[in-house]
């Protein structure tokens, strides 16, 4: 019997994830006649999150005390409050022993939060004949903390400092550390790495993941890729900079994101430049070491470095 195949899209975090499960679900009739499978069993608002969730209940209560159940329609929310991880993944085995295809495609950032691998690998190995691909892209540090700082700023609940050092995500971008907790519980073979590159054109990402991350030959002929999560203009960064340093409970702050942040009334001064991403030396120097580990390692890796970095005494 031919060996089966699971990959796993974990992220990272602003990397295109969105358009990826996005593209992969609205094509699903594509990929199956390619040999892949975006598994339809738990795919919630076309992501697989409810593998990840049921693997840490904190991150349920989390989500669930965000406001991210929300957005969901009533079926959806009691799916996530309710499922169990033996149940999911005993229905994700039926479902990939019950298919005539090899190859089964499933992703979602959750992976990343705080999930014990252990525990994942306890529940994978329970399906037969079953090999595991967990697919990552990695953007620059840099890049990525002006990407999700433009993104947590507009929090109105003001859960966020401000401060770049207490982004609830700062440890992941410990790259090689992230990397490594995965491969000592799968495998370095298990690994797959790409570089997202936020210059090229939209349709890139998609390209590189068909074709280079799943190993397919897919040609796209409609290759229009909307990106799923925009982020703010420099001139409102500069705005929100300055409101941080109002009082929280004067409710200005919340008052610019409501009436000015989501009616864009300042994009036209969007030339102007917000000021740097400030990282503490320690920080600085954590990443830095990280990096020299992660391209030794994984040499295929367009580098990156830090030297963009304001050092925040």
């Given at each position: 019997m031919e060996r089966r195949k699971l990959y796993i899209h974990i992220g990272f975090?602003?990397?295109?994830?969105?358009?990826?499960?996005?593209?992969?679900?609205?094509?699903?009739?594509?990929?199956?006649?390619?040999?892949?499978?975006?598994?339809?069993c738990h795919c919630v608002?076309?992501?697989?999150?409810?593998?990840?969730?049921?693997?840490?209940?904190?991150?349920?209560?989390?989500?669930?005390?965000?406001?991210?159940?929300?957005?969901?329609?009533?079926?959806?929310?009691?799916?996530?409050?309710?499922?169990?991880?033996?149940?999911?993944?005993?229905?994700?085995?039926?479902?990939i022993n019950n298919s005539p295809l090899n190859n089964f495609l499933?992703?979602?950032?959750?992976f990343l939060e705080g999930i014990d691998y252990n525990h994942l690998y306890h529940h994978l190995k329970n399906i037969d004949n079953l090999d595991i691909k967990i697919i990552v892209y990695l953007?620059?540090?840099?890049?990525?903390?002006?990407?999700?700082?433009?993104?947590?700023?507009?929090?109105?609940?003001?859960?966020?400092?401000?401060?770049?050092?207490?982004?609830?995500?700062?440890?992941?971008?410990?790259?090689?550390?992230t990397l490594e907790n995965i491969?000592?519980?799968?495998?370095?073979?298990?690994l797959i790495v790409r570089n997202y590159i936020q210059e090229e054109s939209g349709d890139y990402l998609i390209k590189d993941f068909i074709n280079h991350a799943l190993n397919i030959d897919i040609t796209?002929?409609?290759?229009?890729?909307?990106?799923?999560?925009?982020?703010?203009n420099d001139f409102e960064i500069s705005i929100l900079n300055y409101l941080w340093m109002l009082e929280k409970n004067t409710g200005v702050r919340s008052f610019f994101i409501e009436n000015f942040i989501y009616s864009r009334y300042f994009s036209w001064l969007s030339f102007l430049k917000c000021n740097k991403i400030k990282l503490?030396?320690?920080?600085?120097?954590?990443?830095e070491s990280s990096n020299l580990l992660l391209f030794k390692k994984y040499p295929n890796l367009k580098k990156f470095n830090l030297t963009n970095v304001m050092d925040d005494k």
């Open positions: 975090h602003k990397t295109g994830t969105t358009s990826i499960q996005t593209w992969c679900f609205n094509n699903r009739i594509l990929l199956l006649n390619s040999g892949i499978d975006y598994v339809d608002e076309k992501n697989h999150a409810m593998f990840a969730l049921t693997l840490n209940p904190t991150l349920v209560s989390k989500c669930r005390s965000s406001g991210f159940f929300k957005g969901l329609n009533e079926v959806n929310r009691y799916k996530y409050e309710n499922q169990d991880s033996q149940q999911v993944y005993s229905d994700l085995k039926n479902y499933i992703s979602s950032e959750c953007r620059p540090q840099i890049s990525w903390l002006k990407s999700v700082y433009k993104y947590v700023v507009m929090d109105k609940d003001l859960r966020f400092s401000g401060h770049v050092g207490d982004l609830p995500q700062i440890e992941m971008l410990n790259y090689f550390n491969t000592s519980v799968f495998g370095e073979k298990s796209l002929y409609n290759d229009n890729v909307v990106n799923e999560n925009a982020s703010l503490s030396k320690k920080i600085k120097n954590n990443l």
